[in-house]
């Protein structure tokens, strides 16, 4: 299966990726396969998200979109699935982590925090350094993965995907 990459893969530098690392699931997804074989496209999780940050593929399935929110887990979108494709109960392992890429303005030398002051768990902070520079270090641990910090990254120097557990499972 071939998905096409988007500008933002392009801008990145980014010429291929593996197919599970192109979207991300809503937290309550079930793992891909038997998400894909349930979700019927019938948009009822993206109307009710009360984030908007479910949005949809170009196969009419539901992908996190944080440019303008954050997810809360609220799990509204499971309880408004009629299918069983998104559920509390049966929902693949949530890995999904923030990345801050090399566009970050902090790294180039310009003062900026805006990622730091959305997180809401504090997994963005900044250390200083010698040069008078603070960069950002991200801590996964306190990391939900709810892209709090997506958004408010004038550059778009964040994103949030899924990486694989200590275990080697893939989410």
């Known amino acids: ?3 096409a990459l ?16 192109r979207v991300l699931r809503p937290p309550t997804a079930r ?13 009822a999780c993206v109307a009710a998200c009360p984030e908007k940050v479910i949005r949809l593929d170009g196969q009419r399935r539901p992908v996190l979109q944080f440019l303008h929110g954050e997810c809360t887990f609220c799990g509204a979108c499971a309880e408004a699935c009629p299918t069983g494709a998104l559920t509390r109960e049966e ?7 923030a990345e801050i890429g090399a566009k970050c303005l902090a790294l ?20 200083p350094r010698a040069d ?15 892209g709090a910090c997506v958004g408010d990254c004038p550059v778009g120097a964040i994103d949030v995907h899924d ?9």
């Open 31 to 43: 793992i891909e396969d038997a998400f894909r074989a349930a979700c019927d496209g019938c948009t």
């Open 132 to 146: 008078g520079r603070f960069l950002p270090a991200l801590s996964l641990d306190p990391c939900t993965g709810c």
């Open 1 to 3: 299966m071939s998905v």
């Open 108 to 127: 180039g030398g310009v003062h900026c925090r805006s990622c730091g002051d959305a997180c809401p768990t504090s997994a963005i902070r900044f250390a």
């Open 91 to 97: 929902a693949r392992p949530w890995t999904a982590k």
């Open 6 to 21: 988007a500008r933002r893969d392009l801008f990145r530098g980014r010429f291929s990726r593996p197919a599970e690392a």
């Open 163 to 171: 990486r694989p557990t200590r275990e080697g499972a893939a989410a």
